[in-house]
């Protein structure tokens, strides 16, 4: 076995910056513009030009935050106008009632029973993106972050619209959400701080055209399925799911135009996330040989040849533990942000109303008073007491408490059976000299891409 590999971590900024290159800095990218000691402390605070945040990093206090008084820290009410553009009223940015409303129509969808009715939509998703893969049979190094977001935009446009990514109509809300990314340089977590309004103008002009090209795409996409819903023919899918959904409370179903807000978060929040995660375990494995031909053999052993079974996610007991150290090491969403209304008392600090409540997955999954040797990729931990008492409190990559991805079961059976089914087929390797360096965007991306060399794995992994 080889000694647990360190993985790449973006450099820090020196402790001694000054204010305008700080901002700077976090503007371009949020974790070098952070210092050092942040992986160490319990809390920070800081001060800018335009905003006031503590950031938390010790587990009774997230508990308070996230889970014991989620309503005295709702989410900040600023977020970028192309993003709002985008997203409009979904419920990834609402509070108070109308976020209440909004969650009890979408729950239903994601329970237990209704995950299992999506697997086969998942395992065709993954099917694809190994034909795809087949096809190009090439030597040369492949961008895999490329390859997971087509993949995991697949599996979202196959679960909610049983539709393929290769379908007119979802291919085009794909390519309009490329361009969205590539017109969108700023589009990291400075996006949900209050910056003045007329900065993000400045630049994402062209981002808030894309945003609603989106929208455009997804009401027609949304009224269709309203049409085929009153007529009776619509699929059993997540879309219909959703849109049939009364709110016990009210007796409403969602309106078209709310429905629109919602199908964008799941598209945004479904696929950007898994394919950052997925592209990080791909990496973790290509550069850790001896632990992916482990997770090879258990993927060979309990699919066997066949097509997977939703029981089969179960007894890949080693996949998961990979999964999940990739999203202790790589949480696709670093950073959450939630907004004081009412003066708090932290650490023995004074907090005043309106102040930034920022919580980290990202430090605090490699705190070194919780994690023992924090920034190594080590599955195995996932076996040991240390991630067990761990994983209810400083592990978070889904947040936790009432806000709780709503994705975070589906996600868990998603990245598990892909990771499995890729595995399977192909051996991955890392390019010498290629160490993609994460950057914050609003998952944790590379810089440059990922770079891998992927062939076909031969039977000789044994079983
Ligand atoms: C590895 C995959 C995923 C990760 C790590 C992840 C992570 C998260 C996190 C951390 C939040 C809370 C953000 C905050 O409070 O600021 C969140 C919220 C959300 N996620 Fe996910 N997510 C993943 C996959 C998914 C999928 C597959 C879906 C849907 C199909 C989804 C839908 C949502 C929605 C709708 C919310 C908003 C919930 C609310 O505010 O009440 N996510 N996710």
Not at 237 to 253: E, Q, V
Not at 266 to 285: C, I, K, M, R, V
Not at 321 to 329: A, S
Not at 426 to 454: N, Y
Request: charged letters at 25%; proline letters at 8%; aromatic letters at 8%.
């Amino acid at each position: 076995m080889s000694p647990c590999p360190i993985p790449p971590k973006p450099a820090s900024r020196p402790e001694k910056t000054s204010r305008l290159r700080q901002i700077l800095l976090f503007r371009r990218d949020i974790f070098t513009s952070q210092p050092e000691r942040l992986y160490r402390a319990k809390m920070a605070e800081f001060k800018t030009l335009f905003f006031h945040s503590y950031l938390i990093n010790q587990p009774d206090l997230i508990h308070t935050v996230l889970k014991e008084r989620p309503e005295d820290f709702p989410k900040s009410g600023v977020i970028s106008s192309s993003l709002k553009d985008l997203l409009g009223n979904a419920v990834f940015v609402t509070n108070g009632a109308t976020w209440k409303r909004q969650r009890r129509m979408i729950d239903p969808a994601f329970e237990g029973g209704r995950l299992r009715e999506t697997f086969d939509a998942m395992v065709a998703a993954g099917e694809t993106a190994i034909a795809r893969i087949n096809i190009s049979n090439t030597p040369e190094p492949i961008e895999i972050e490329e390859e997971t977001s087509h993949l995991a935009a697949d599996v979202i446009f196959r679960t909610l619209f049983s539709l393929p990514i290769t379908h007119r109509d979802a291919n085009a809300v794909f390519q309009e959400f490329r361009a969205y990314q590539r017109s969108q340089p700023l589009l990291n977590l400075a996006s949900f701080l209050p910056v003045p309004g007329w900065m993000p103008r400045i630049f994402n002009r062209e981002a808030g055209r894309s945003a609603r090209r989106i929208r455009a795409l997804l009401s027609a996409l949304t009224e269709a399925r309203a049409i085929e819903i009153s007529r009776g023919s619509a699929p059993d899918d997540l879309a219909t799911k959703i849109m049939t959904t009364r709110d016990p409370a009210s007796g409403t179903c969602f309106e078209a135009a709310e429905m629109v807000d919602q199908v964008a978060i799941f598209f945004l929040a479904g696929h950007e996330t898994s394919a950052s995660a997925l592209a990080w375990a791909l990496y973790l494995l290509a550069s850790d040989p001896d632990t992916q031909l482990r997770a090879a053999r258990e993927a060979q052993r309990v699919l066997g040849t066949g097509r997977p079974r939703f029981s089969d996610v179960r007894r890949l007991g080693f996949i998961r533990d990979v999964w999940r150290e990739t999203l202790r090491l790589y949480p696709p969403v670093p950073m959450m942000l939630r907004e004081t209304t009412r003066p708090e008392r932290f650490r023995n600090r004074a907090i005043r109303r309106g102040a930034q409540i920022v919580i980290s997955p990202w430090h605090l999954h490699r705190h070194p008073d919780l994690w023992h040797r924090p920034d190594h990729f080590d599955p195995g931990r996932w076996q040991r007491d240390e991630a067990r008492e761990n994983a209810s409190t400083a592990w978070i990559p889904f947040s936790t408490g009432p806000r709780v991805c709503t994705g975070a079961g589906f996600a868990m059976v998603e990245g598990v059976l892909l990771l499995a089914m890729l595995l399977r087929a192909f051996e991955f390797r890392a390019v010498p000299g290629q160490v993609p360096v994460p950057v914050a965007h609003l998952t944790v991306r590379a810089r440059d891409g990922i770079h891998l060399k992927i062939r076909p794995r031969g039977a000789d992994t044994g079983t």
